[in-house]
């Protein structure tokens, strides 16, 4: 009888502990349900881990901005010798040439950290996908619960969206502490530092600079979505297989027809994009064209441009080809 009313005692404190009774959770799957892995729920974001794992992978995406940037803050350290003599005969001008000679160097560092952001996703498109191909990492991430269309579309974000971003950071951080370095310099000389601010509106100018990346980015887009493909087809030799297709037709329409228009086409497509997104005056103090004003800012017509539109269809289908062929493509 003592025995029967122990184990009776038992079963009713094991009965009013919460999780104790039979067929409760062990610790282990309960600690997995608290954690929120076993919840059905509960979203892995593959698309957004694909893109952090992009830059990971890839050091240079911000990387060879970064040192571009050094370059250029260092190279406009030494060009400040002599800028107080500059700025004193620069003040005498009328103020368009005022601002077209103060923010020229500005200009610069934002045109060559377009260039270099572009020349980065030109390389790091051709090997996107054929470099995980090459090392034979495909198997891995082909085993792990990422569709294709989401690897390929991180990849393309990484020009399209990445990019343009690290550009914007950069340019930005460069001008802010280019900017420092000829206050310092003014001062020292006895000169107000208010003078470059009061020529170049920087706000304006940032505001310009994303605007045309995001414009630039997608015009690019049918070139970025060519190396894509290129590089989930091509076994070896990337870059000459992107671009000797495109040669050979161009030299077949000179000799066969002699025009130039696919010439013309890739130029377009190559350079175009800036006449489309902005309108900019006929003749300027420093003999290039310039943004003076918001107003000349654009975003309507280029919207409206039919060369922007085509130019994603292209983008789209050669997107869909590339993830077609990351299915059914295996290791070099």
Known sequence: MTGIRQSAIA????NSIPGSGPGSPTPATASRVNSGVGDPGYKTRPFSWSVRRELWENRSLYIVPLIVGAVEVFGFAISTI?????RRGVLLLDPAHQRAAIEQPYDLAAMMMIFVVFIV?????????HGERRDRS?????SLPVSDLTAVL???TIPLVV?????FAITVCVQVIMVLETSIVLIFHGMSPATTWAAVPFFQEWLVLLYGLVALALWHAPIYSWLLLVSGWARRATFLWSVLPLLAIGIFERVTFGTLHFASLIKYRLMSWAAEAFAFHPHTPQGHPTIDS????????YLSSPGLWIGLLFAVAFLFAAIRLRRYRGPI
């Open 11 to 14: 079963n009713r404190q094991s």
């Open 82 to 86: 002599g800028l107080a003599e500059r």
């Open 121 to 129: 996703g030109v390389f790091y498109c051709l090997d996107a996908l």
């Open 138 to 142: 495909i198997l891995f991430w082909k």
């Open 154 to 156: 991180s990849k393309a």
């Open 163 to 167: 990019l343009p971003l690290i550009a």
């Open 294 to 301: 918001l107003a000349q800012l654009t975003p309507g017509r």
